[in-house]
């Protein structure tokens, strides 16, 4: 199975920060990395998929980068609405694994 | 614009059996693989289970292997997942997801097992 470590697995951050969120596969992925966002009660909200591509109705702010094991999420200028979890999945295979989670706090 | 709807999930207890249903529409269900994922209260995402697009292909996690199984309908547009001999630490919210780029997700289901 594929391995999805992610770090950090929390940060506090402020309103306006620039946050990156990283991402590391056991194996090469190529580019099959997704980002999902999570609030609480609320099923994963997907903001990034293949590495870099921006899901529908998603704001700008939001960016992915990377190839093969090392992937990188980052929040330009962190907003209000943005405090939640954030996981990283990879669908190289069928059967789908997920990074343990980052959950991004008020400083 | 697609939609998947999950439905099935209760309070069962340990050593039951539920079925899940996921009801899709807004995409050609029978070209898109499918899987099943979960998350245990106050727990991160673990996938569960995936089927091919014709059916003929399934996997489970080694956690519900021999317990779960995962079934589609391409007739009613409907992804199943028949759970059997449940255990507490079956207990989540589980998601039916349509794979590809991009992937969709249902809202969720809740399974709660306990006596």
């Known amino acids: 199975d594929i391995q999805m470590t992610q770090s950090p697995s929390s940060l506090s951050a402020s309103v306006g920060d620039r946050v990156t969120i990283t991402c590391r596969a056991s194996q090469s992925i190529a580019k099959y990395l997704s980002w999902y966002q999570q609030k609480p009660g609320k099923a994963p909200n997907l903001l990034i998929y293949?590495?870099?591509n921006l899901q529908s109705g998603v704001p700008s702010r939001f960016s992915g980068s990377g190839s093969g094991t090392d992937f990188t999420l980052t929040i330009s200028s962190l907003q209000p609405e943005d405090f939640a979890t954030y996981y990283c999945q990879q669908s190289y295979s069928t059967w789908w694994t997920f990074g343990q989670g980052t959950k991004v706090e008020i400083k | 614009e697609v939609h998947l709807l999950e439905s099935g999930g209760g309070l069962v207890q340990p050593g039951g059996s539920l079925r899940l249903s996921c009801a899709t529409s807004g995409f050609t269900f029978n070209t898109h693989a499918m899987s099943w994922v979960r998350q245990a209260p106050g727990k991160g995402l673990e996938w569960v289970s995936a089927?091919?697009?014709?059916?003929?292909?399934?996997y489970h996690a080694d956690s519900v292997k021999g317990r779960f199984a995962i079934s589609r309908d391409n007739s009613k547009n409907t992804l199943y997942l028949q759970m059997n001999s449940l255990r507490a630490e079956d207990t989540a919210v589980y998601y039916c997801?349509?794979?590809?780029?991009?992937?969709?997700w249902g809202q969720g289901t809740l399974v709660t097992v306990s006596s």
């Open positions: 293949t590495t870099s």
């Open positions: 997801a349509k794979l590809g780029d991009p992937a969709d």
């Open positions: 089927i091919s697009a014709g059916g003929e292909s399934t």
